[in-house]
């Protein structure tokens, strides 16, 4: 294979770096041409000592990183196998950022699955990709590297949403019981550490759809528990929360990920995705009525302006209520590239001025999970 030297001086493609590294975060690059990888170190070089090697040589580096950035094409089968291969490796890394060719549901599920912390289209600026790995708050600077483990909780609930999507994206079965299961795993996670360490961990691992569902799951278990409800009413809520917005599978990212106003045309396709997912899941087993009953109408108000069936007042049930408060809230305050996260006040703000879609006596519930918990 060929061999790349980089602007600073290292040798990269035979697996070493020939020079000792300095005090700057020591990063590894994966790639499956020689281009892309030349491309993505001199990038990086100038905030990190970068090593690198294609995918298709033998695995030799062996000093563990702070981050791995991989750059391939994932509907290559050989791709997938040496990303595979490198698995131990790469679990070492607290931050593992996948640049992608193609960014369909499935490339990016294959990534999430491949055990990517964060998944960016291979377009991504300059800027984008050292911010990503400078932020402070992905901490690859601050840990000084290999530090930190990687967070298995949330890396298993990403999994299992990846999981989901790429299933209604490829017409395959769904794993349900492995679904509740990630959900299940969320609801031990914030009895245990609360909802905003989950708030911050999701947010600062994961993007877009995946994002959104783990939020929405950890807004709506603790809404759950805040209301004292009981086991049983518990999965019920984190089940339809884990499920709500699969329809969202069939809709474009371009559409999803859009920054801004979408237009008529836009907002009316992404408005589909509540009955897509009724549809994909009404013949699975182990999909109650109330999960169908939410994924439909998790997007309905109380006053009846809300889709697709525009129900309003006692038709709408009770665990559907709170998870359109805990989706609205979840939506307002994600991590976006794009615009600045909403502080949490200023979120439920937002609900209590929805007067007329919300009910009122939840909304004011609501509060303690919005602001203190
Ligand atoms: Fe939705
Ligand atoms: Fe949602």
């Known amino acids: ?25 020591f990063l590894h690059v994966l790639a499956d041409t020689s281009d892309k990888l030349s491309g993505v170190c001199s990038i990086l070089e100038e905030k990190f000592t970068v090593a690198g090697e294609r995918l298709d040589a033998d695995s030799k580096l062996s000093q563990t990183p702070a981050a791995i950035v991989i750059r391939a094409e994932l509907r290559d089968v050989d791709n997938i196998a040496a990303i595979k291969k490198r698995a131990g490796k790469l679990a070492k890394a607290r931050k593992r950022i996948f640049l992608l060719e193609h960014t369909s549901h499935v490339c990016i599920s294959q990534a999430y699955a ?6 960016l289209p291979s377009t991504v600026g300059r800027t984008r990709l050292l911010a990503a790995l400078t932020d402070p708050a992905d901490g690859v600077s601050a840990a000084s590297g290999d530090t930190l483990q990687p967070d298995s909780a949330v890396e298993a609930a990403a999994t299992a949403v990846a999981s989901m999507f790429t299933a209604v994206t490829l017409c395959q079965p769904l794993d349900v019981n492995g679904t509740k299961e990630a959900g299940r795993q969320i609801a031990d996670r914030i009895t245990q550490h609360g909802l905003t360490e989950w708030l911050m961990t999701v947010r600062r691992h994961h993007e877009g759809t995946y994002q959104h569902c783990l939020l929405v799951t950890g807004i709506t278990i603790d809404f759950g528990l805040s209301l004292g409800v009981g086991r049983a009413d518990l999965e019920r809520l984190y089940s339809a929360a884990m499920f709500h917005d699969i329809g969202k599978a069939r809709i474009p990212l371009a559409i999803l990920d859009k920054p801004g106003r979408l237009d008529a045309a836009e907002r009316a396709q992404i408005e589909t ?8 899941l009404k013949d699975h087993d182990g999909i109650s009525r109330e999960i169908l009953d939410a994924v ?35 939506a307002l305050i994600e991590h976006r590239h794009y615009k600045p996260t909403m502080p949490r006040a200023e979120a439920y703000d937002v609900l209590c001025g929805m007067n007329g879609k919300l009910e009122k006596a939840l909304v004011h519930s609501f509060k303690q999970v919005a602001l203190t918990r």
């Not at 038709?315 to 979840?330: C, E, K, W």
């Open 1 to 25: 294979m060929q061999h790349v030297r980089t602007r600073s001086g290292h040798v990269i493609g035979d697996g070493g770096i020939r020079e000792a590294g300095t005090a700057r975060p």
């Open 114 to 119: 491949l055990g990517a912390t964060l998944v």
């Open 273 to 280: 995705h509540p009955t897509a997912g009724y549809e994909f």
């Open 296 to 330: 439909r109408h998790h997007h309905e108000y109380l006053d009846g302006s809300g889709y697709p069936d525009a129900l309003c007042g006692e038709s709408i049930g009770d665990i559907v209520r709170i998870l359109t408060i805990s989706d609205i809230f979840a």
